[in-house]
């Protein structure tokens, strides 16, 4: 029904008789958990212009402000989630691939890459998130299926991990890979005097390289797509890790327009020319996007044994991962960022790795320091490391779900020793006394509730082990809401802003139909987003 003229007169003049403010939304939920350092009771929150304004009680606020618009929930407000770690514009663009994650077995990855072809208007195939260790014969498959079935098509097909690829002879052959080809930091696998397809780590690149870029039109389209994926879980803020010069360019368009909106902090990849473009100019920021940080590569990952290692892995003698960027060249980088201003943010997962960054950064920072340079994933950390993260102020950047992911094999890789310095948040956290918390999507899935349940719970998601994996490096729920809110936005030096539901900070705010703090642990992963809201625009609202 249209409001009449005279309705509209009198409820202005009743707000002002009663001195009510007129604002632009008014959020009331069950319980706001502010995650402020006094954390108020309060059930409402007020927001104008994108800024909270006042939190309280519905009584208290509903007498001095009179809202254009009013969320009544039955749910539990808390700030919108951030993950510290993820690919956001990496897995937008991946979304036209063709999905592998979950298949049980090499045929049935085939069976998936043929049904895919079927409608596939490419004039290649990319398919991505196999994972040998879900199979049942748990070794790296090898090409001829796929030279058999696709002898003039380029098929790329990647591990889980991003680490390794499977290629056929025609995507090889474009890359101009032999037998005699040799990489840096990477590897191509050979069997009884052939190529196998398996490319690690920098010998992948060849092969992504072939690859065109996606037109920006449909680009456009699976970034919105990603937007609103990540809106719907209660995400309002990533840490977009590594990102490419090209991408930062249309990231840099689309949040100039408005066509993006979730908060995002860019890493800019490592690669010569995004570096070149870049670095010089100092960080940058447009509307919600902010460009400031750099993501150097130490090592690879634990799955595919890429992982650097101090000693050999337990289930591969004589074999202890490579590093993936020389000493030199991130020593470059880091006195690069050093003087032109951007954050240092290195994948270090392996204790060998981990000691070569940390001792690194100890080098440039020379003492305690507010840089936040961050090692991410800090997986495994040898026991006389730990210090350096509080005598430097490094901050470890961890991903909760890894763990339970890992799980299965972590100890065949590290033996029972290495694996209690393995995905060590407890101990992470007491080192500066805070800890952010990602997922690095698309590794693991986007769902920041499977963070807060594998880092406070320490389960897989039928409840096993019944003890909780590695339990004593668990945090609380208290520690895991944090690492996924103000720890999240201090890492990337973003708490003024974010992170928490206080007065002048952008409202950010998910609405959750359970609350999380107190439900039993066996519910938390059931647990639904009934609103999320982006600077106080409704982005996502349960059906
Ligand atoms: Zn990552």
Request: proline share 3%; charged share 25%; net charge neutral.
């Amino acid at each position: 029904m249209k409001k009449s003229l005279l309705s509209i007169v009198l409820t202005i003049y009743a707000s002002q008789l009663l001195g009510k403010q007129k604002i632009d939304l008014l959020v009331t939920g069950i319980t706001v958990y502010t995650v402020a350092e006094e954390g108020e009771i309060s059930n409402t929150i007020a927001i104008e212009k994108g800024r909270v304004i006042g939190i309280g009680t519905d009584i208290e606020l509903n007498k001095n402000y009179e809202a254009r618009r009013n969320i009544n929930a039955k749910g539990y407000i808390f700030p919108g989630f951030i993950d510290a770690h993820c690919h956001f514009s990496g897995y937008a663009l991946d979304m036209y691939k063709c999905d592998l994650v979950g298949t049980a077995s090499f045929v049935e990855v085939i069976e998936k890459v043929v049904a895919y072809d079927r409608t596939n208007k490419l004039s290649w195939i990319y398919a991505r998130g196999w994972d040998q260790n879900d199979w049942t014969v748990k070794e790296f498959p090898d090409k001829s299926v796929l030279d058999s079935l696709f002898p003039d098509k380029p098929v790329i097909l990647k591990r889980v991990d991003g680490h390794a690829i499977l290629a056929n002879q025609r995507a090889l052959d474009m890359a101009g890979i032999t037998m005699q080809s040799d990489f840096k930091g990477g590897s191509v696998e050979k069997k009884n005097g052939n190529l196998t397809g398996i490319l690690i780590d920098n010998a992948m690149e060849p092969v992504e390289n072939i690859v065109p870029p996606l037109p920006e039109q449909e680009a456009t389209s699976y970034m919105n797509k990603m937007e609103q994926e990540c809106y719907s879980l209660g995400l309002t803020g990533v840490v977009d890790c590594g990102v490419e010069g090209d991408i930062i360019r249309l990231l840099e368009k689309l949040y100039a327009g408005n066509k993006l909106t979730i908060s995002n902090t860019t890493l800019l990849s490592q690669s010569k020319p995004t570096l070149e473009q870049y670095m010089k100019n100092g960080p940058l920021t447009k509307n919600n996007l902010t460009v400031s940080a750099i993501k150097i590569y130490a090592d690879g990952a634990l799955g595919s044994r890429g992982a650097c290692l101090l000693k050999d892995y337990s289930d591969k003698h004589g074999h202890r991962g490579t590093m993936l960027s020389g000493l030199d060249e991130m020593s470059a980088i880091a006195d690069d960022a050093l003087k032109y201003k951007w954050q240092v943010c290195t994948h270090a997962i392996g204790d060998s790795a981990n000691r070569t960054i940390l001792k690194l950064y100890a080098s440039k920072l020379k003492t305690k320091n507010d840089l936040r340079w961050r090692v991410e994933h800090a997986q495994v950390v040898h026991p006389s490391d730990y210090h350096f993260f509080s005598d430097y102020s490094i901050i470890p950047s961890v991903q909760p779900t890894h763990a339970i992911s890992d799980m299965p094999w972590a100890e065949e890789r590290l033996g029972t020793d290495r694996v209690n310095n393995a995905y060590a948040y407890k101990q992470l956290l007491n080192q500066n006394g805070w800890l952010p918390l990602g997922t690095d999507f698309p590794v693991e899935g986007i769902n920041p509730i499977a963070t807060f349940y594998t880092a406070a719970i320490r389960k897989d998601k039928n409840g096993k082990p019944e003890e909780g994996f590695l339990k004593a490096n668990g945090l609380t729920r208290e520690e895991a809401l944090k690492g996924m809110t103000i720890w999240a936005a201090k890492s990337v030096g973003n708490e003024n802003k974010k992170g928490s539901i206080e007065i002048g900070k952008d409202a950010d705010i998910v609405i959750l139909d359970q609350d999380i703090m107190t439900v039993d642990e066996s519910k938390i992963l059931s647990t639904r987003v009934l609103y999320t809201i982006s600077k106080g625009e409704i982005k996502y609202q349960a059906k």
